[in-house]
């Protein structure tokens, strides 16, 4: 299933125009989609319903579910008109006139100006057409008061394709929005459903087939594959090749972490432990003499390498030519050392997973990234990955699509963006790139260290023999599912701490 902004839902729409598909066949089949659905979770046909209806199609899609309540034997329908009668499109006109004349016991206000006696009554069930997923400014002020009153009102909210007043690419509150129960959706996801305020106003999502061509998907570049429990269940052994029974730890892999001076020793302890949990034979630590003490007794399974301030290179070219992948930025202090290391694997043919310090040290000299000799990927946060670009964090977050898919191709790299949901780009040979949405992980996941756990996954199963976007796409998941094995419930998620993450690992 995948997650599209408003621009691929357009260009789906059109496409299928063009195929010959007529606007008001799928109008129709969304219509009767939401009425099944709320058919489903209202099954009393004395229920009592309010549908609310744009000027736009949004509002044709409304007044036709209407109508095709009242065809189940819904014996309350009202609908009331919630848009600019001079702005109403040749759809919902269309529709409006089919209801009207074919089922006269619904009632229909609005259309003459505003009449409160229909909605200031208690409904069972409240459906939101007013508007869809083409919304791309601030609401008015009467707009958002109207909203907010909706809010206030008892009853199951249902949104038609996007709760109204939420942006539907970028998951923005466009002044003030429909909490809704559940949203019923056309076709695809919208991006918006999982960023910003997204998952919190659209409640329950239901995706509708409504006849669009997926021929069309492949013309889109924004497309985001969903990354759900059902996806990782049914592919996970793509990301686990068989530990064979004769094996030994050099068979299933050695991580090198590598530790800066004055460095957060925790960061870098949670790292090794996680790569261990994820599978890996071996973890050495390339760290500060003072420093090898500290992991010897926190984790007595890994080998600390010691170096000297004075012969850092000398000693880190014989710590990399016994690793399978390099992994560096949790513990990592950006400092002239912190530099000097992050050049030298750049300049180096091991594989490499760079995270946090290591991030902020490369969006100083992308110029060295993007010449880098190594295969590798990268797994900034929002705030690193606006440093790496340059901008405001809050404009990332806005478009971090375009940013993600922009950055990723510009230096051909593979990335997770990490957030409350996470934006994977991979970048394989001969593929192009493919966009992921992570669906896996709750709250639980916002605890300090989380980070440093999975940079730790990802590579532990680059070692283990899986290739760079394997690991780092099922490490991403892997990470998430664990937060969910440890906290089923809120009470749970708010005492996680990333041991508890790296305890659930698989």
């Known amino acids: 299933m995948y997650a599209l902004t408003a621009k691929g839902m357009k260009y789906m729409d059109e496409y299928a125009s063009r195929a010959g598909l007529p606007g008001v066949v799928l109008m129709e089949n969304a219509a009767r989609g939401v009425a099944d659905v709320v058919a489903e979770r209202v099954p009393v046909k004395s229920a009592k319903i309010l549908v609310l209806a744009g000027h ?25 008109f919630a848009g600019r009668i001079e702005k109403a499109g040749d759809e919902l006109k269309r529709q409006m006139s089919i209801l009207m004349n074919s089922h006269r016991e619904v009632r229909v206000s609005g259309l003459r100006g505003i009449e409160r006696n229909i909605l200031n009554a208690k409904y069972d069930c409240i459906i939101d057409g007013i508007y869809g997923i083409g919304l791309n400014k601030v609401l008015s002020d009467d707009d958002i008061r109207f909203v907010k009153y909706i809010n206030s009102k008892s009853g199951l909210k249902v949104a038609i394709d996007v709760p109204s007043g939420l942006n539907a690419t970028s998951g923005l509150i466009m002044g003030e929005a429909i909490r809704a129960d559940m949203t019923v959706t056309f076709g695809s996801y919208k991006t918006g459903m999982f960023f910003g305020a997204g998952r919190e106003c659209c409640g329950e999502v239901k995706v509708v087939d409504i006849g669009l061509m997926n021929d069309a998907l492949d013309s889109i570049a924004d497309k985001l594959e969903v990354l759900d429990s059902g996806f990782l269940d049914s592919t996970i052994g793509k990301a686990l090749i068989p530990r064979a029974e004769t094996g030994h730890k050099g068979t299933f892999g050695t991580v090198g972490l590598v530790i800066s001076t004055n460095g957060m020793l925790g960061a870098g302890m949670l790292a090794a432990k996680a790569a261990y949990r994820a599978g890996c034979g071996l973890v050495k630590i390339f760290c500060p003499s003072k420093y090898t003490g500290f992991f010897n007794v926190s984790i007595p399974e890994a080998v600390a390498v010691p170096y000297k301030a004075d012969d850092v290179l000398g000693a880190f070219e014989d710590f990399r030519k016994g690793t399978d992948v ?20 750049l300049a180096g043919s091991t594989p490499a997973v760079f995270d946090a310090g290591a991030l902020n040290l490369i969006s100083r000299n992308l110029k060295s990234f993007r010449k880098r000799k190594c295969s590798c990927v990268i797994t900034p946060h ?77 590579a532990s199963l680059i070692a283990q023999g899986n290739d760079p976007d394997t690991s780092l796409m099922y490490g991403v998941m892997v990470h998430g599912r664990a937060a969910e094995k440890f906290a089923q419930d809120g009470d749970a998620r708010r005492k996680m701490m990333a041991g508890d993450i790296i305890d659930n690992l698989f």
């Open 326 to 345: 390099i992994l560096i930025g949790p513990g990592l202090r950006e400092d002239s050392v912190g530099r000097l290391l992050v050049k030298q694997i």
């Open 56 to 80: 736009g199609n949004n509002g044709g899609d409304a007044v036709a579910a209407a109508r095709w309540l009242a065809q189940k034997g819904y014996t309350d329908v009202n609908v009331y």
């Open 382 to 458: 929002l705030g690193e990955m606006a440093r790496l670009c340059g901008e405001d964090i809050n404009i990332v977050a806005r478009s971090r699509i375009g940013y993600t898919r922009k950055f990723s191709e510009r230096f051909d790299v593979s990335m997770v963006v990490k957030s409350d949901v996470s934006l994977i780009a991979l970048r394989d040979q001969g593929r192009g790139q493919r966009l992921y949405l992570n669906t896996a992980g709750n709250s639980g996941l916002a605890t300090a260290g989380s980070g440093d756990v999975l940079a730790g996954v990802i």
